[in-house]
């Protein structure tokens, strides 16, 4: 598997080797470490505690996987299909104190996705999120309630070998990992003025 890119700040070493391939082995993943990155997702913080994420998870060969893979758009479909769990991330429009709108739903969300993906690693394992898919398909096939919206659809799984992935996909799977310089993402006194 590529090596991410390491920097020089000491962080968590799991945060060095998160990212996103595309590259799947269709090894099925045990439902203990399913278990272990779902509850990572569950400790997650949220605008009044509400945690309005929720998952529909699908293991390959089961309906729930084929429901999830057909609403992905078929970029997505091309690399996903030998990904062994899809998971479909949804948020609750609404705060339950007094059904006002939750501005927040789709960050808090966001976040529970990315302690599941980052609880991925940890675990041996690789997770890719995306928003390539249809999210009316997703709530007509699963038949989600009204207060919920389909956000994003996550690959999870072992990583696999690169070379069967389609051409154009291959390059961007094996060049080195960048992220822009602290200096030009964190601010002080104003917008653009290094921190």
Partial sequence: ?????????????????????????????????????????????SARNEQPWRFIAGQKGDGTWEKIFESLVEWNQQWTIRAPVLVLNMGKKFYDYKHLDNDTYQYDTGQAVAMMVTEAVNQGLIGHQMSGFDPAKAIEHFEIPEDYQPISVTAIGYYGNPDELPFDMQKSELEDRERRPLDETVFSGKFGEAW
Avoid: C, D, G
């Avoid at 920097?7 to 470490?33: D, G, M, T």
């Fill in 1 to 45: 598997m590529q090596k991410p890119t390491n920097n020089n700040f000491p962080i968590l070493e799991v945060f060095h080797q998160r990212w996103s391939p595309r590259a799947y082995s269709e090894k099925p993943v045990e439902k203990e470490k399913l278990q272990s990155i779902f509850e990572a997702a569950r400790w997650a913080p």
